[in-house]
């Protein structure tokens, strides 16, 4: 154990000490580090100003000044650290909560703040707590082992004395042998604190758990390495000779099968021609290569195998061309090296010098000399890890600013990530106790292990037999869903991600367009397709149980790209799901279903004259607990028998895995619950609770809200009429009715729809539903989903669930017995609701404090124009912190006034881009410019003109959006709701164009007479308004040093000169922006040479004035705004002389500006830029010589 307070960032001695020398328990007091602060590959608890370190501890205790670990069944240890500030009575509080009869063995110690006197050597007196602690000590038959062991040796050390406060305390009968304890008072830590170090074996050891590496749960590949030509055609060819044979194989069991079922595949035409020439190109290829294919396996067992040999494939070219590489570890010493090693040895070298020459007690004069050189070397020490520490922050930012947008926005987010508090369920036992705990706990979820399906009726003969094979298995249908997946995607038991599939794509999309079919044809998958890996995922709560934690399933790669072919086929055969239903379909986003309660609360309110009642349903355990006999139920009548069967058999036969610090628990078998991490679950899970909304259609309530639903499409014997038929109270069971298919469900008919009056009380989004009704009608509504819940074997959680705008205190709403909680407002899909709508007021709340907190997180991991440089932090700004404020914004229909607070979020955070305080007087309008960034008001103007656009023209009519759309506009209701979107100005605008435009170009012109708006407030934005205002200023990404654009980005915000004005070093007092134009003879120079290359005097050199006299622009200015927005357009220009001297020129400006100030020596003014042409020209001349060699090829061959 140690103190380490005032030693925080000197740890790395700390860590580096206990590395070598074993040690299995670190206790570390008096320090505030954050969670993941301490870079190590042990678990971490922290505890009020303690933290303890073990590779498999679990907190026991929440109890401030005291943390308690448990280490297997046998060895409780107690951590204290009392400081001299604690109160008499809480001491004693802490003391007494100490149980030794709690396990076998238990072990106490930290910093007592307690001096003992005599009874340990202490030197110095006795404190009020003395003796309490020797009473304690007592009365629990416990040792104190410094006592014992080290009697005398303080354990505090400084220029005001020595104190013994550091114990280690336990009772004598629980060690197999005799204890060592040790003041480690020779080793300089930089605390006033020496290490205490306490070695023991017990009767009952506990089993130290080994540390876990990466490298035993999942294999990697130097990917990186494909981008080198040879390697990348390497691992091309290894593929294809590890997949040629295997292609064969299954080309000829296909044709085998072909044989044995004469409707398998029946051809005609030239489609039987094209598969005959197929067959005998087939048959000559396995004859050349000596390939002899005899059929011995069933199609189960053939496709299991193949399965395997397929990623054995993979592995092995990889292997043989990438290679494998082991696991980075975590380590503090990213910056350490071999300099700093030298002087940290000096360091402790002059502590020992000094130490044994003060305990020999030598001559004063030679231990002042020996102390000094002492702080020489901790000086030296320290200067040089900030500087070793400043060099690699400078080249990570480099890297950063070098780096392409997206691989930036990755280690973003990965930081970002590592910088929240993550929670990982653990054991006092270890990880493998803990994952099989966890799956205990799933399976009970789960309900148990699911039967044997020995008998499974698929595999025994083809299921799909057509004339022609699925088209969604050809080859270039698989190549379209293998691009659209994610990258940098978690693997599942097979290593696999995308980016090792992308090379290969040609000849494994052909293959596997053989397999998939082969696949689907017998309803049968590889025994990989059906693993997976649950990866706890903790929601909040109580982070020790194992309900507060969500199954994440990661599944093989394969399986994934299997389910997005399949995913084509359920939505073109599955009927068509209930209108009320809106998450993860098509044409039907968050957004609009939150807009769809909003109007239907504005219906009932005109219908009725009432605010309805509202209460949000939320499901247990919803994916989770699953009845899936029920969706095959559902599913059945309508879908094709092969994709019946597979559906069932991808998730009926899964087999699943908990894994937790890469220890994996007994396998699942889950009898029910859908996979969270498939692709098909969501699609499964509406099914399955599809027939809700139509229950709810049946209940007799009084006070109805009817829609105008589109039911089918119009055919031609429907004729012109557009009557509504009246509303059907029988249950209506999924399937029936007219016919439409999911996928017939998000597109437009060409002769328009049949429509019916229709019941609306729920609106559904995945598993979040709400009820909307009379708070009469409620408790029936309520009454209704309990009995459904019944039937349908699931649960809601009445104590997640929430009402809004219910007061009737005689008929509490109840589900299963228990109270529903009362709420004021509720969010619903990110929006919050109360009884009148929309709670604007909490919404923007809500998201400017979201927005201000992403933003500063941001700003602390070097999102800055000192760090990874301005235009990145604006382009982070744009991609995650604009989009929290622009959510659902549309829905508010803000005006200027209600936007100014959230502009006023948008300022403060385009000033931390600046890494400024919001007090700094910085131009952020100049910021908004230079990063093309309108003002939240406009931001809203745009966002509201895109949704009615949608609404008005693009709404599919089987949506439930465009039927209240339709309904409201034919009975008149809501009106002032539908005024809000329907007097936006870029609307007015859309639909006053006398010629036809786009939605975008309207939204930039919209946009662009915005910020000449702007520009003519004040001369700041004047000075910064270029001439093409699209994308960022040029100055943001045109080739300098870091220096020299903060020097153009300070003279953008007229911060250079500096202000007050300053003196210039040619001697003139107060100089101005006027006088480094004509007066200034350190840059007079400069000017000429930039106006003698300036062509036909485009720009004035004079400065321009206004009506009042007032200076607007500056030459600079102008030649900044002029700035082409393209790189390429400064190939061949009068650009490639004019930018080397415009960096000079402000480089002069800075250093004129600043007389005292001392610069150090800089690279000459434009050099990257002339590299960067230089490689522009090269590149150049190669296209042009590969030109010529195509064409004189091309000439050749003619």
């Known amino acids: 154990m140690l103190n380490v307070s005032g030693i925080s960032t000197s740890l790395d001695l700390v860590i580096h000490y206990i590395e070598t020398h074993h040690i299995d328990i670190l206790l570390l007091t008096e320090t505030f580090l954050l969670k993941g602060d301490l870079f190590t590959q042990w678990a971490q608890h922290h505890q009020y100003a303690t933290i303890s370190v073990h590779r498999s501890t679990d907190p026991t205790t929440t109890q401030h000044n005291k943390l308690s670990i448990v280490i297997g069944n046998s060895l409780t240890v107690h951590g204290f650290y009392l400081p001299p500030a604690l109160s008499f009575a809480d001491y004693q509080t ?31 007196c006795t404190n009020p707590r003395s003796n309490y602690l020797l009473n304690w000590l007592t009365v629990h038959q416990a040792n104190l082992w410094n006592r014992i062991s080290t009697f005398g040796q303080p354990t505090f050390e400084s220029n ?24 480690e008072s ?3 830590l930089n605390s006033d604190h020496h290490l205490v170090q306490f070695s023991f074996k017990l009767h009952q050891q506990p089993q130290l758990l080994p540390t876990s590496t990466l490298a035993g749960s999942r294999r990697l590949w130097n990917l990186q390495r494909l981008e080198e030509k040879d390697v990348f055609e390497l691992y091309r060819k290894n593929f294809f000779s590890n997949i040629f044979k295997l292609q064969q194989e299954v080309k000829h069991f296909m044709a085998f099968q072909q044989q044995q079922h004469p409707n398998l595949f029946v051809l005609s035409g030239d489609t039987a021609t094209k598969h005959r020439k197929e067959a005998t190109i087939n048959q000559r290829i396995n004859a050349t290569n000596g390939f002899y294919f005899e059929v011995v396996e069933s199609p189960k067992d053939f496709i299991n195998r193949v399965g395997i040999e397929i990623i054995q494939a993979i592995h092995s070219a990889l292997d043989n061309s990438v290679t494998p590489r082991t696991p980075r570890p975590k380590t503090w010493k990213f910056f350490w090296d071999a300099e700093l090693q030298h002087l940290a040895d000096i360091r402790q070298q002059c502590y020992t010098d000094w130490k044994q020459h003060k305990h020999h007690r030598r001559s004063l004069i030679g231990s002042t000399h020996l102390w000094s050189l002492y702080q020489q070397a901790c000086n030296n020490l320290k200067k040089a890890i900030k500087a070793a520490k400043r060099r690699h922050w400078k080249k990570f930012c480099n890297d950063m600013s070098d780096s392409s947008s997206n691989q930036v926005y990755s280690v973003l987010k990965r930081l970002r990530k590592k910088h929240t508090t993550n929670h990982c369920f653990s054991h006092s036992e270890g990880p493998e106790v803990a994952a099989n705990v966890m799956a205990d706990y799933q399976r009970h979820i789960f309900g148990g292990d699911q039967l044997d399906f020995s008998t499974w009726r698929a595999s025994r003969s083809p299921l799909h037999q057509h004339t022609t094979k699925p088209t969604f298995f050809s080859a270039s249908a698989i190549k379209q ?80 790209l299997y389910e997005r072919c399949l995913k084509f086929c359920l939505l073109t055969h599955m009927p068509s799901l209930d209108v009320a239903q809106g998450g993860f379909r098509a044409a039907r986003s968050g957004i609009s279903q939150a807009w769809n309660l909003l109007a239907l609360q504005k219906q009932f309110e005109q219908q009725y004259g009432v605010s309805p009642a509202l209460i949000f349903m939320d499901i247990s355990k919803a994916y989770d607990s699953v009845t899936r006999s029920k969706i095959w139920q559902l599913l059945h009548p309508h879908l094709p028998k092969a994709l019946f069967y597979t559906l069932r058999h991808l998730f009926d036969h899964v087999t699943l895995n908990v894994v937790i610090n890469n220890a994996t628990s007994l396998p699942i078998h889950p009898k029910r619950g859908l996979l969270q991490g498939s692709i098909l679950s969501p699609f499964l899970y509406a099914i399955f609770i599809n027939q809700l909304p139509a229950l709810l259609r049946t209940a007799p309530v009084r006070f109805p809200l009817y829609v105008d639903i589109a039911t089918r499409a119009r055919t031609d014997g429907d004729g012109p009429s557009a009557d509504i038929t009246e509303p059907s109270f029988a249950l209506v069971k999924y399937g029936a009715g007219p016919r439409l298919s999911e996928t017939a469900s998000s597109c437009s008919p060409r002769l328009g729809v049949v429509r019916q009056k229709t019941a609306i009380h729920s609106l559904l989004y995945a598993d979040d539903v709400c009820l909307i009704a009379h708070r009469r009608d409620m408790p029936l509504l309520v009454q209704l989903c309990e009995e459904y819940s019944l039937r349908f074997d699931f649960k809601w959680s009445p104590t997640k669930c929430a009402l809004v705008n219910y007061h009737s205190r005689r008929r509490p709403i109840q589900l299963y017995g228990i109270n529903v909680p009362i709420v004021p407002s509720y969010e619903y899909l990110g929006v919050p609701f109360n009884a009148s709508g929309i709670d604007n007021i909490a919404f923007l709340n809500a998201s400017t404090k979201k927005a201000k907190s992403t933003m500063a997180l941001f700003r602390r991991l070097g999102v800055h124009q000192y760090g990874f440089g301005l235009m990145l932090a604006l382009q982070v700004y744009r991609v995650f912190v604009r989009p929290i404020m622009e959510y659902a914004l549309a829905l508010l229909g803000l005006n200027a006034t209600s936007a100014m607070a959230i502009d006023r979020t948008q300022a403060s955070c385009l000033k931390m881009t600046l ?58 209701i809501a009106p002032a709701l539908w005024r809000r979107l329907s007097s936006n100005k870029i609307w007015k605008l859309y639909k006053s164009s006398p010629t036809h435009t786009t939605p975008r170009l309207i939204c930039e012109e919209f946009q662009d007479a915005q910020m000449l708006r702007w520009t003519s407030q004040k001369s700041s934005c004047l000075r910064a308004l270029r001439e093409d205002t699209t994308g960022y200023d040029p100055l943001l990404f045109y080739p300098c040093t870091r220096l020299e654009r903060l020097r153009l980005i300070r003279w953008r915000f007229h911060h250079l000169p500096s202000f007050p004005l300053s003196a210039c070093r040619c001697g003139a007092p107060s100089a101005n922006r006027f006088h480094y134009l004509a007066a200034c003879p350190l840059v007079q120079d400069i000017v000429n040479r930039i106006h003698l290359n300036l062509p036909d005097d485009s720009i004035p050199l004079d400065e321009s004035y206004d009506d009042q006299g007032i200076a607007t622009t500056h030459i600079l200015d102008r030649i900044l705004n002029s700035l082409p927005s393209n790189l390429s357009f400064c190939l061949g220009t009068h650009w490639e002389r004019i930018w080397p001297l415009v960096l000079e020129l402000i480089t002069q400006i800075d250093i004129a500006n600043h007389p005292a100030g001392s610069f150090a020596e800089e690279p000459p003014s434009g050099e990257l830029f002339e590299h960067y042409l230089t490689q522009q020209h090269h590149f150049q001349q190669q296209q042009q010589q590969q030109q010529q060699q195509q064409q004189q090829q091309l000439i050749q061959h003619l």
């Open 94 to 124: 802490v003391l007494g909560s100490v149980d030794f009869n709690s396990s076998s063995s238990v072990i106490c110690l930290g910093d007592f703040n307690t001096r003992l006197g005599s009874f340990t050597g202490d030197t110095r």
């Open 481 to 560: 869903q293998l691009s659209a997946m994610g990258n940098r995607k978690a693997p599942g038991d097979d290593h696999i991600v995308k980016e090792m599939l992308m090379p290969i794509w040609y000849p494994l999309c052909n293959f596997l367009s053989e397999f998939f079919t082969l696949c689907y044809t017998f309803a049968w998958t590889p025994a990989s397709f059906r693993s997976g890996l649950i990866v706890p995922i903790f929601k909040k709560g109580d982070p020790n149980s194992a309900a507060n934690y969500r199954p994440i399933s990661l599944t093989n790669t394969f399986r994934k």
């Open 160 to 183: 005001r004395g020595t104190s013994i406060i550091d114990f280690v305390i336990s009772r004598p009968n629980i060690f197999s042998a005799s204890p060592l304890l040790s003041i």
């Open 915 to 972: 890494n400024q305080s919001e007090r700094h007087n910085a131009p952020s309008m100049v910021l908004n410019m230079m990063g093309n960034l309108p003002t939240m008001y406009t931001r809203a103007q745009i966002l509201t003109f895109k949704f009615w656009y949608s609404l008005q023209l693009k709404a599919r009519p089987f949506t439930l959006v465009e039927c209240i759309l339709y309904t409201h506009q034919r009975l008149k």
């Open 186 to 188: 020779d080793i300089n």
